[in-house]
Nanobody, 136 residues
Framework: EVRLVESGGGSVQAGGSLRLSCTVSGNTDRSNCMGWFRQSPGNEHKGVAE?????????????KYAAAVKGRFTISQDNGADSVSLQMNDLKPGDSAMYYCATDGGTSGTYRYFPSLAGYFSFTYWGQGTQVTVSS
């Protein structure tokens, strides 16, 4: 069973920083693409895959950020550990959300378009989420 475990969420004041981490286990194939998505308060009824794409990184040097976080967030991937991190600086109240990581599991599934990332990606496995709360 493939599992994704996120950590690093919490509560900070505006202008603060947090670092999210996500590790994949139970998969025989290394991830090609991994990403972070978020579901803002009030949208919990939507499926996690309907969340806003925040950042994606792929092994072929593909890195994409949502316009809302570009310049403040940095995504990095550790292929050896099959993990992904998201360094979030200069956090704003609008960044408050449940953050989820995702992986393609090293295979190609169904691609869909993520508007905030302006690209097509295939994510098969999703984590349970970690809460980020930014106060003003």
């Amino acid at each position: 069973e493939v599992r994704l475990v996120e950590s690093g969420g919490g509560s900070v004041q505006a202008g603060g920083s947090l670092r999210l981490s996500c590790t994949v286990s139970g998969n025989t194939d290394r991830s090609n693409c991994m990403g972070w998505f978020r579901q803002s308060p009030g949208n919990e009824h939507k499926g996690v895959a309907e969340g806003e794409g925040v950042a994606v990184i792929c092994t072929r040097d593909v890195v994409k950020y949502a316009a809302a976080v570009k310049g403040r967030f940095t995504i990095s991937q550790d292929n050896g550990a099959d993990s992904v991190s998201l360094q979030m600086n200069d956090l704003k109240p609008g960044d408050s959300a449940m953050y989820y990581c995702a992986t393609d599991g090293g295979t190609s599934g169904t691609y869909r378009y993520f508007p905030s990332l302006a690209g097509y990606f295939s994510f098969t496995y999703w984590g349970q989420g970690t809460q980020v709360t930014v106060s003003s």
